[in-house]
T-cell receptor, first 112, second 112 residues
Framework: GENVEQHPSTLSVQEGDSAVIKCTYSDSASNYFPWYKQELGKGPQLIIDIRSNVGEKKDQRIAVTLNKTAKHFSLHITETQPEDSAVYFCAASIIGADGLTFGKGTHLIIQP | NAGVTQTPKFQVLKTGQSMTLQCAQDMNHEYMSWYRQDPGMGLRLIHYSVGAGITDQGEVPNGYNVSRSTTEDFPLRLLSAAPSQTSVYFC???????????FGPGTRLLVL
């Protein structure tokens, strides 16, 4: 089955700086890659996703890049703000298969 | 719309007891799923359903049963609770496994 590795497990950045979280996946058939944000005591919430026919997608301060050859995708957050502090999960899925395989999460800490 | 609701929010069980975790959604989504979240392990798929009357196993199904008699409800049953089932359980719904997953607020379960 699919295996998703996520790094780093904890990331601390100064407010206003950029943050990058990286994930790799094992199954070359995977073609859907979402990112979820989880705030303390809440369920995960989708923040951005990308499909395999696209190399990059951007939504305001958040962007995701995908390198299918290397089986690698990354989340980029620019101009970080205190409300960006949370746990972020990447995931991968094969369209038509049973569900998402999640990475183990990154705890992002925004230092004031 | 209430979105995805889960009850109870917190439960303490003794080893060997049974219980049902409730999940309901009001978005008319066909796809529903259950995940468990353990520290440092991310979210792991337990069971999922692609529509009423259809269920299937995910990555970690042992010790759990599900049924899907209506589009709205997808309960998760623990027949004989074990300490290894201590976890936070999330229910999610969507139009499909490769579409935005809407997560409930979670049920925190402690098995003594």
């Amino acid at each position: 089955g699919e295996n998703v590795e996520q790094h780093p497990s904890t990331l601390s950045v100064q407010e206003g700086d950029s943050a990058v979280i990286k994930c790799t996946y094992s199954d070359s058939a995977s073609n859907y890659f979402p990112w979820y944000k989880q705030e303390l005591g809440k369920g995960p919430q989708l923040i951005i996703d990308i499909r395999s026919n696209v190399g990059e997608k951007k939504d305001q301060r958040i962007a995701v890049t995908l390198n299918k050859t290397a089986k690698h995708f990354s989340l980029h957050i620019t101009e970080t703000q205190p409300e960006d502090s949370a746990v972020y999960f990447c995931a991968a899925s094969i369209i038509g298969a049973d569900g998402l395989t999640f990475g183990k999460g990154t705890h992002l800490i925004i230092q004031p | 719309n209430a979105g995805v609701t889960q009850t109870p929010k917190f439960q303490v069980l003794k080893t060997g007891q049974s219980m049902t975790l409730q999940c309901a959604q009001d978005m008319n989504h066909e796809y529903m799923s259950w995940y468990r979240q353990d520290p440092g392990m991310g979210l792991r798929l337990i069971h999922y359903s692609v529509g009423a009357g259809i269920t299937d196993q995910g990555e970690v199904p042992n010790g759990y049963n599900v049924s899907r008699s209506t589009t709205e409800d997808f309960p998760l049953r623990l027949l004989s609770a074990a300490p290894s089932q201590t976890s936070v359980y999330f229910c999610a719904s969507s139009w499909g496994p490769e579409e935005t997953q809407y997560f409930g607020p979670g049920t925190r379960l402690l098995v003594l």
